[in-house]
Every structure is written in structure tokens, then in C-alpha cells.
């Protein structure tokens, strides 16, 4: 199966419970790119079911989703219709070049091979412009609930470890010499949710559905877990969003 079509069992779960980003990452963003994100062309690449689009939607750009997978797409078309989407993959952006003032792949990126679609927005970004990448990371390493889920994905999910996504994604940019200047910003935030929500949350992620058969035991397990950690069943998490942002010439 494809990382594209990975996604599309998962997309009413996504949907539901995926949280959005802070103000603080486009206010970061507009710094790094030198720009407001207001009247800016953007290819949100990787879009999902939306919800980075939609964040810049209302922040003024112009927006177009490119996403792979036909159900996460379908929701994203119900939720902005008459919105132009593109069904496509980030390693083979259908767009001309010099098109866009800004490329953002959020919670995205690590799904793609870095030298082909760094050159690919390269390509299909104007001079200036700026390829900028995200995510959100829980941030609650020092919480025994959170230790304690880690060390069951560990056990459950075939191949996954906790640092999964600890890469080196600035360097790996640089390493490209396609952009003049990679910087990384973070910002802290938290939201709070009840269990139910939080469930689906963890259904909504690739590697909690690859538990497979003993999905139902994990999920049983968390469910025991959190609400020792918050009894009144409305779960605090904390998250750290990294934005990377890599300006072509
Ligand atoms: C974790 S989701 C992020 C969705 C959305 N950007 C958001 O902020 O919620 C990752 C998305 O990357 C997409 N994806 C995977 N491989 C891709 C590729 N080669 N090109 C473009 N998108 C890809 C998946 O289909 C999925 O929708």
C-alpha cells in the first residue's frame, strides 16, 4: 500500500480528531518566508483532509491542496467545496514552474524521499519563495502516561519507535543546496480533550492502526492509563509544533 492511500482507512478518525496548529506557527512562517501568508499562492502539499488548508484559507492565501489519497481528498472536498484540489504526489508536483510563493507540507513531509521533492517545490516555487514544513508533536515525555503509551506502541506496532520522527530535517534540506537558508523555529501550546476524542485520535494514526488484531487491547489499555492520569476524563496534552521553513534563491 502506498503512504498515500495509507491515510484513507483513517480519514473520518483523522477528520474528527487531528488537532489544528497554533497562531504562533504562521506568525512564525510569515517571519521565515519574509511574507504575510495573506494574498500568497500556496501548494499545501500532502493536504490530507485539510486542516493546514483550511488554516491558511483563513489567513487569507490562496490555496491548493495536492493530496494522493482519494477518501482524505473527498473530505477535504466536503468540508471547502468548489475548492480546486488536485489529486497528486509531492515528488511529481503537477504545477509549472516559478508558480507558487510558498510550498507547505504539514505533518507531511516525513513521508517523502528529501532530495526528489525538495527539488520538486524548488522547482515549482518563485524566486524568493519558500518551502515550509511542520508538525505537531506531543511534548509529554516527562508524563507517565504518555512513557507508558510509547512503551506499548513499542510493543504493538510492528517497526515503530518513539523517535521515529527525530530527524534531522533542517540539515537534510541543506544538504540539498537548493536554498540559500533553512531555519527552525518551535512553539509550545496544549488542548484539552475528553477520552472519547482522544481515542479516535489514536485510531487516526498510521501505526496505532497497524496493531492490527490487538488493536482493541491498546486502545483498552489507554483508556485505563488516561483516566488514572485525569479521572474527570478530560485529557491535557501538550504539544510542540516544529516548523522548518527552507528559502529558495
Ligand atoms: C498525517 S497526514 C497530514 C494531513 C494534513 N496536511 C494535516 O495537516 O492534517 C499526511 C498526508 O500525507 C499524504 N502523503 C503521503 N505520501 C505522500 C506523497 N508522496 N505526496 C503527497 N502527499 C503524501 C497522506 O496521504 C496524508 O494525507
Known amino acids: 500500500m502506498s ?5 484513507d482507512p483513517l480519514a473520518d478518525a483523522y477528520d474528527q480528531a487531528r488537532p489544528s496548529y497554533p497562531d504562533q506557527l504562521f506568525v512564525d512562517l510569515e517571519m521565515l518566508a519574509g511574507r504575510p501568508v495573506a494574498g500568497a ?18 489567513r487569507g492565501a490562496q490555496v491548493l491542496p495536492v493530496e494522493p489519497g482519494p477518501v482524505m481528498l473527498d473530505h477535504l472536498r466536503r468540508h471547502n467545496p468548489g475548492l480546486p484540489v488536485v489529486r497528486g504526489d509531492g515528488e511529481a508536483l503537477p504545477l509549472r514552474s516559478a508558480a507558487v510563493d510558498l510550498v507547505s507540507y504539514a505533518q507531511a513531509w516525513h513521508w517523502m524521499r528529501v532530495p526528489v521533492a525538495a527539488a520538486e517545490a524548488a522547482r515549482v516555487l518563485r524566486p524568493g519563495g519558500s518551502l515550509a514544513v511542520w508538525w505537531n508533536d506531543v511534548d509529554a515525555d516527562e508524563f ?10 513499542e510493543a504493538m506496532s510492528p517497526g515503530y519507535t518513539r523517535d521515529y520522527r ?4 533542517a540539515e537534510e534540506l541543506r544538504w540539498t543546496g537548493l536554498f540559500t537558508e533553512v531555519v527552525t523555529v518551535t512553539c509550545r501550546w496544549f488542548r484539552e480533550i475528553d477520552v472519547d476524542l482522544y481515542e479516535t485520535w489514536l485510531r487516526s494514526k498510521s501505526f496505532v492502526a497497524a496493531i492490527g488484531d490487538r488493536l482493541d487491547d491498546f486502545l483498552a489499555a489507554e483508556r485505563r492509563s488516561l483516566l488514572r492520569s485525569f479521572p474527570d ?8 509544533t516544529m516548523l522548518v521553513v527552507a528559502r529558495v534563491p
Open 3 to 7: 503512504p498515500g492511500s495509507l491515510f
Open 41 to 58: 499562492r500556496v501548494v499545501d502539499v500532502g493536504a490530507g483532509t485539510g486542516i493546514a488548508t483550511r488554516a491558511m484559507l483563513a
Open 144 to 153: 507517565h502516561w504518555y512513557q507508558r503509551q510509547q512503551d506499548r506502541l
Open 166 to 169: 527525530n530527524r534531522p530535517f
Open 233 to 240: 476524563g478530560r485529557v491535557i496534552e501538550p504539544f510542540r
